[in-house]
């Protein structure tokens, strides 16, 4: 083994440490008597051409231009005996940064420390002309000494220098690498497409967001198997196209996902805007927005207004005012989806131009209103007053009206308002009709929301329609099945949960097939259809926990629907054991309360339909009051699980709590859907029972009544009107009839 490694003047090398494209690294001892261990990098045997060779010069060039702690010296350099190039630098110990720190079990505050050294190694760089362009997990080694962190940048053989000023760095400049060069889950957009050419300061500042992505959340903002494989063009367009999931909504655990909800969700994303005059212009900048959060002071990525003013100063004082506190503390514990959703709301809103006038006015006046001690009613006012606001901006510009209208729709539909989500994003798809190509990200988004609008509405027809949609623009990653964008695992959970799965076809899209419960197939053909249905679904399942992660909301949301189904066909087998555990392992991730309100839900099904009626009632009396409180009275996962619970109480006897439980059940559904929604619709037939087995024709009238109101408010037709009518002469006859008969 000895007698293979290269010849290098002043040096014995030891053993192979490392290799990359252009150069191997060896563990070497320099001669002489006070020599130290070293590392020596050697250009690859065979690699002559002068690509390489220039890359190999432009890796030392860099090196001996830059004099930072966070970047390794050359202390020599030269030829082998063979004739290859080689330079030497002090050999440190380490493991890939991201690596290092969950090795160390390293917090969000000493994670965000930790990359602070890396983005002074590389501001360092920038100030001497010269970019990195493969910042990577593996090429930023990080190690624990007795006086802190220390962290390494190392393989700087995509170096290229920023100005055209003479010089001795002229070997950079004049560089011309063809074709794309980097990582793909760290390229820039415009480095994908431009290769060596395209880049500059704002291409590392990408790369750097990539990195403390991954670093804050232990996922990657574009997963591997999305990118790799992508031509250079489709990888920009990908990139450019394509928005990662929210950085607080991809981690690992409920504390962290509270510690990086807002400022760190904010400058993770600025950084990786597909926009370069979107992202920080330089690393000083990205540097401050970091400190500016670990001290608690407003950010650059996310503008101080009122409600942010209000969120700081509470956390910095907490043993302030105990009455601001409390509001504080009412507001965040019974909002935490819907303030997640806002904030969210915030960020989309500022993707348009003209959102910025309209999200300070809007917000504006929070903080007056929190003082006075409102809490979740604050942010349905403040979307009311957004909703009434939206045709000023429809006509000034449709394409940003449109992405202002998802952000509202989306709050709105957290807050469990899905029949004013479902109008807003109604509009917004008419305004982006003809404009907006399929892939654009606004549209794709709106057209989920309304799959999950369509869904909630049990309108099957709708679901069928927009999810081919939304399929036949998603993009497939090699060696997957199944698209993996976000939208389309969106649409696969909706075909689930809705009898149905999609099947790739060879024209480039996907099939879509009904659940085999039609009499017009033989027994044998059914159960042909059965095997090939449950086949494809448990296909899409196991797709959705590869692509999106098997603690990801999707793939909650799947496991959820399949348990759903396979209730409906047995009652009694392992899914409802299936949902507990869902609801047991969804406690710890408060960002995903309403995927655990909806295992409850189904939980509470499944318990009513095996007849355990006490057991039944004590599961939803223990989940339900803390939902309740996170997600509001008229969430839809928490108005299912109360008509369930009136059900059981009617089925018991207990007429007076099912009246009071079943009424307010659908006053809260009629607003929340709509009164001509099917599940709206299913909750009156069985009220109007509740009605008629109490003797109630006064209750009934009521309920006639304020059907035909909400009608007059929501625009809709009055389709069910004859039919309630017939409900309330039948209970009045009745009524009549048992007087009679008593006297």
Sequence with gaps: MGATLPRVPRHTLLSRIGEGGHGVVYLAHGDGPLARSVAVKVLREGLDSRGALRRFEAERLALSMLDHPAVIPITDAGTTDDGRPFFVMPFVQ?????????????????????????????????????????LKPGNVLAERTEGGWRVRIIDWGLARALDPTPSAAEALRTELIG?????????????????????????????????????????????????????????????????????SR???????????????????????????????????????????????????????????????????????????????????????????????????????????????DILGGLEP????????????????????????????????????????????WDLGFRGDAGKIVGVALEQLTGVAAEQDPTLRALLA????????????????????????????????????????????VRLIGESMCAKPNNHGGWDIESAPNSGEFSATERAARSQLYLDTRANMIAHLERVRGAESEEAFDARIADARLRIDGDPFGPALDELLRVVEALRS???????RATAVSFATLALSQRGQRQEMLAFIDRELPELT???????????????????????LGRMDDALSEGVDVLRRYRR????????????????????????????????????????????ESPTEAEQYRSYVRDITARRASSAASSQ
């Excluded at 590392?204 to 990195?211: F, K």
């Excluded at 000023?392 to 998802?406: K, N």
């Excluded at 999950?452 to 081919?468: G, K, Y």
């Excluded at 009275?633 to 109360?642: V, W």
């Design 94 to 134: 380490g493991e890939p940064m991201t690596k290092a720190a969950e090795t160390a079990h390293l917090e969000t505050r000493a994670r965000i420390e930790l990359f602070l050294l890396v983005l002074s190694g590389v501001a360092h760089a920038h100030a001497r002309g010269i970019l990195h362009r493969d």
């Design 179 to 247: 074709g794309t060069i980097g990582t793909p889950e760290f390229m820039s957009p415009e480095q994908a497409s431009g290769g060596a050419s395209r880049g500059d300061i704002r291409s590392d500042i990408w790369s750097l967001g990539a990195l403390l992505y991954l670093l804050l959340t232990g996922t990657l903002p574009f997963a591997r198997e999305e990118v790799r494989g992508l031509s250079p063009a489709a990888l920009a367009r990908y990139l450019r196209e394509y928005a990662p999931t929210i950085p």
């Design 250 to 360: 991809a981690a690992r655990s409920a504390r962290e996902a509270l510690a990086l909800r807002g400022d760190l969700d904010a400058i993770v994303l600025k950084a990786l805007s597909p926009d370069p005059s979107a992202r920080y212009q330089s690393v000083e900048s990205f540097e401050l927005d970091l400190r500016a959060h670990l001290d608690g002071r407003p950010i650059v990525a996310r503008p101080e207004n009122a409600w942010h003013s209000m969120v700081r100063v509470t956390r910095k004082h907490r043993a302030g005012s105990l009455a601001l506190i409390s509001v504080v503390v009412a507001l965040v514990g019974a909002t935490v989806v819907s303030v997640a959703a806002w904030r969210s709301a915030q960020n989309a809103l500022k993707s348009a131009e003209i959102s910025a006038a309209f999200l300070d």
């Design 369 to 412: 209103a929190l003082a006075e001690g409102r809490d979740r009613t604050l942010l349905i006012e403040v979307l009311q007053t957004a909703t009434a606001r939206l045709p000023e901006f429809d006509r000034q510009d449709p394409r940003g009206a449109a992405r202002v209208r998802l952000a509202i729709a989306e709050a709105w």
């Design 449 to 492: 929301l309304a799959l999950r609008d369509c869904a909630s509405r049990d309108d099957i027809a709708c679901v069928q329609a927009l999810a081919t949609r939304i399929l036949k623009s998603g993009t497939i990653a090699r060696g997957a099945e199944y698209p993996t964008d976000r939208e389309s695992c969106v649409a696969l």
């Design 589 to 595: 991730r408060p960002e995903l309360v309403a995927t």
């Design 629 to 651: 409180r996170l997600l509001g009275d008229n969430h839809p996962a928490i108005l299912n699980a109360r008509f369930n619970r009136s059900f059981v109480i009617y089925e």
């Design 672 to 715: 929340s859907l709509g009164p001509n929604a099917a599940m709206t619709k299913w909750v009156a037939q069985s009220v109007f029972m509740y009605f008629r087995d109490a003797q109630r024709p006064d209750l009934a009238q009521e309920t006639l009544d304020a059907y035909l109101v909400a009608c007059e408010e929501t625009g």
